[in-house]
C-alpha cells in the first residue's frame, strides 16, 4: 500500500489526549479498588498499553484473545477464542480493552464469557466506535471515538494481510 492511498482519520496526538482523559476518568471510578485490566488481542495492545499508564491504580494485566472468522475487512460473527486469561476473574473488578466495536459480535461474545465467571463488575472501554454497524445490543461503557463505517487500521489495528499495527495515527484506504 503506498502512502498516498492512506487517509488520515485520527492523528496520534488527538488519540494521545482521548486516552489521557479516559485513564483519569478511570482512576477516579475504580479510586480504592484493585483492577484487573484485560486488554483483548490482537488490536487492542497499544491502546490498552497507553491508557493502563493513564490510570493511577493498583492493577493486574490479564489478557484475553480472539478472533473472527470471514472476510479480510468484514467480520463474519463467529468468534473464535485463542488466548484465555489465566487468574481467576471471580469477585474482580474488570476492565475490558477493545479496540474497536462494529457488529458487537465479539464484544458480546467476549463479555459473556468474562460474565460466565461472575466478577464482582465487568466495565467495557474501546477506542472507536461503528455504530452504525451495531448489529447486536452490547454494553459498550466508554467509546473515545465514534467513527464512521469505513475500515480502519493503525495504533494497534491491522490492515488486510495483518500490517500496518505500527502506525501512530488511525488511517483508512483513501475513497
Ligand atoms: P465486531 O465483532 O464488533 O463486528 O468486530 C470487532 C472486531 O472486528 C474488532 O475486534 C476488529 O478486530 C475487527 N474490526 C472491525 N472493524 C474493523 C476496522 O475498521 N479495522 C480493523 N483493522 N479491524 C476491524
Redesign the pocket.
Known amino acids: 500500500m503506498e502512502a498516498g492511498e492512506l487517509e488520515l482519520l485520527i492523528p496520534a496526538g488527538e488519540i494521545e489526549r482521548g486516552v489521557r482523559e479516559l485513564g483519569s476518568r478511570l482512576t477516579k471510578i475504580y479510586r480504592g479498588k484493585q483492577v484487573v485490566v484485560i486488554p ?1 488481542l490482537k ?1 487492542g495492545f497499544m491502546f490498552a498499553s497507553d491508557l493502563i499508564r493513564c490510570m493511577d491504580l493498583d492493577l493486574q494485566i490479564e489478557f484475553l484473545g ?1 478472533a ?1 472468522y470471514g472476510e479480510q ?1 468484514r ?1 463474519s ?1 463467529e ?1 473464535r477464542l485463542t488466548l484465555d486469561t489465566t487468574m481467576p476473574l471471580k469477585d474482580r473488578d474488570v476492565l475490558l480493552v ?10 458480546a461474545y467476549i463479555q459473556k464469557l468474562i460474565r460466565s465467571r461472575e466478577p464482582a463488575s465487568l466495565r467495557t472501554v474501546v477506542l472507536l466506535d ?1 455504530t452504525a ?1 451495531r448489529k447486536v445490543d452490547v454494553e459498550v461503557d466508554e467509546a473515545v471515538f465514534d467513527i464512521p463505517d ?4 493503525g495504533y494497534g ?3 488486510p494481510g495483518g500490517f500496518h499495527r505500527n502506525l501512530s495515527d488511525i488511517v483508512t484506504i483513501r475513497e
Do not use: N, P, Q
Open positions: 483483548l488490536g480472539a473472527s475487512t467480520s460473527g468468534v477493545e479496540d474497536i466495536v462494529d457488529t458487537g459480535l465479539t464484544l461503528k454497524r469505513r475500515f480502519v487500521f489495528l491491522d490492515s
